[in-house]
């Protein structure tokens, strides 16, 4: 498969979240780059601004099987994995699979589930196959978490341990819409309180498990130099050095922020990365994966802007 061709399937895909979703570019071209690049993505936002209604349009665009887990504080592990019950006819244990057992998981309002439900999704995310009672299952290599969540500081929720965040390959704001798109938004859906089904907004599939196979492969083709490696390297090592953050990114994170930049190359039909690839994603890739230091934050220093700071002083490769 060339890359002209996932471009294609790309434009397809969005033009179908569009069908629903009014603006959002930024977001739903970052749930493209997680599906492509086999990560997973978490939006977060204030209540109403169709973070749900996102996941579920960009799941109406794929031929994947979908489930949705709407995450309460009373939500146990057992809910998302599945558990063994007894058979009493067979004598036997059965396997009562949970909605993780999909291949898109719409993980609704995760910060609103304590954090020993919130880990049931560790090693889904990791390794795309969770254990129950020792035995493992897989998950298929199409398995991809959307997960939504409400900003900390609303009440009632739990903030995402780090391991639990440095799983996201993305983290991304969903904001306010402008005012014309406020607009296009109450044109389109102002004659209703609630949305009918995909089918009948007129979203229909565009891509299945063998075109995402396919592209994944041509992915991990995309030439990344031995330049562009050093950069993504030192993109990733200067957050641990920098004055204003108590934590840095991972390593994980640069593997992640490699595939993702391949990703975004082939979707823009080119065969090779250059700086602006990962420029691009930098702060979506890594702004969750860092902590920021007591001081900075009294300070009101966000995240973002210390990457902003540390992009602008690495030297990119000509």
Same mark, same amino acid.
């Given at each position: 498969?060339?890359?002209?061709?996932?471009?294609?399937?790309?434009?397809?895909?969005?033009?179908?979240?569009?069908?629903?979703?009014?603006?959002?570019?930024?977001?739903?071209?970052?749930?493209?780059?997680?599906?492509?690049?086999?990560?997973?993505?978490?939006?977060?936002?204030?209540?109403?601004?169709?973070?749900?209604?996102?996941?579920?349009?960009?799941?109406?665009?794929?031929?994947?099987?979908?489930?949705?887990?709407?995450?309460?504080?009373?939500?146990?592990?057992?809910?998302?994995?599945?558990?063994?019950?007894?058979?009493?006819?067979?004598?036997?244990?059965?396997?009562?699979?949970?909605?993780?057992?999909?291949?898109?998981?719409?993980?609704?309002?995760?910060?609103?589930?304590?954090?020993?439900?919130?880990?049931?999704?560790?090693?889904?995310?990791?390794?795309?196959?969770?254990?129950? !009672?020792? *035995?493992?299952?897989?998950?298929? =290599?199409?398995?991809?978490?959307?997960?939504?969540?409400?900003?900390? /500081?609303? +009440? &009632?929720?739990?903030?995402?341990?780090?391991?639990?965040?440095?799983?996201?390959?993305?983290?991304?704001?969903?904001?306010?819409?402008?005012?014309?798109?406020?607009?296009?938004?109450?044109?389109?859906?102002?004659?209703?309180?609630?949305?009918?089904?995909?089918?009948?907004?007129?979203?229909?599939?565009?891509?299945?498990?063998?075109?995402?196979?396919?592209?994944?492969?041509?992915?991990?083709?995309?030439?990344?130099?031995?330049?562009?490696?050093?950069?993504?390297?030192?993109?990733?090592?200067?957050?641990?050095?920098?004055?204003?953050?108590?934590?840095?990114?991972?390593?994980?994170?640069?593997?992640?922020?490699?595939?993702?930049?391949?990703?975004?190359?082939?979707?823009?039909?080119?065969?090779?990365?250059?700086?602006? !690839?990962? *420029?691009?994603?930098?702060?979506? =890739?890594?702004?969750?994966?860092?902590?920021?230091?007591?001081?900075? /934050?009294? +300070? &009101?220093?966000?995240?973002?802007?210390?990457?902003?700071?540390?992009?602008?002083?690495?030297?990119?490769?000509?």
């Amino acid at each position: 498969m060339d890359v002209e061709k996932i471009a294609e399937r790309a434009k397809a895909l969005r033009a179908q979240v569009h069908r629903v979703v009014v603006g959002q570019d930024h977001v739903i071209n970052l749930m493209l780059l997680s599906l492509l690049a086999e990560g997973h993505i978490l939006l977060e936002g204030v209540p109403g601004t169709a973070k749900t209604l996102l996941a579920r349009t960009f799941a109406a665009g794929l031929s994947f099987d979908f489930n949705r887990i709407q995450f309460t504080p009373d939500l146990m592990p057992g809910d998302v994995i599945g558990t063994n019950l007894f058979n009493f006819q067979t004598n036997q244990f059965v396997l009562t699979k949970g909605a993780i057992f999909t291949e898109m998981l719409l993980a609704d309002e995760i910060n609103r589930s304590p954090p020993k439900t919130q880990a049931a999704l560790l090693q889904a995310m990791q390794e795309r196959q969770v254990t129950i !009672d020792g *035995k493992t299952h897989d998950l298929g =290599a199409a398995f991809m978490v959307i997960a939504t969540q409400n900003p900390i /500081e609303q +009440e &009632g929720t739990y903030p995402l341990p780090e391991a639990q965040l440095d799983r996201f390959l993305f983290k991304v704001r969903v904001d306010y819409p402008s005012r014309d798109q406020e607009k296009d938004m109450v044109k389109l859906h102002g004659h209703r309180t609630t949305l009918p089904s995909m089918d009948d907004l007129g979203v229909t599939p565009v891509a299945d498990k063998a075109f995402l196979v396919q592209a994944r492969k041509t992915i991990g083709e995309i030439r990344l130099s031995e330049e562009m490696v050093e950069y993504l390297v030192d993109l990733v090592r200067a957050t641990r050095e920098h004055p204003s953050l108590l934590c840095g990114a991972s390593p994980r994170s640069a593997i992640m922020l490699a595939t993702a930049a391949r990703s975004l190359a082939a979707v823009q039909s080119r065969e090779y990365v250059i700086p602006d !690839d990962v *420029k691009k994603i930098v702060s979506p =890739a890594l702004s969750h994966r860092v902590v920021l230091s007591p001081a900075a /934050e009294i +300070e &009101g220093t966000t995240a973002e802007s210390v990457l902003k700071q540390i992009v602008e002083k690495v030297p990119a490769p000509r």
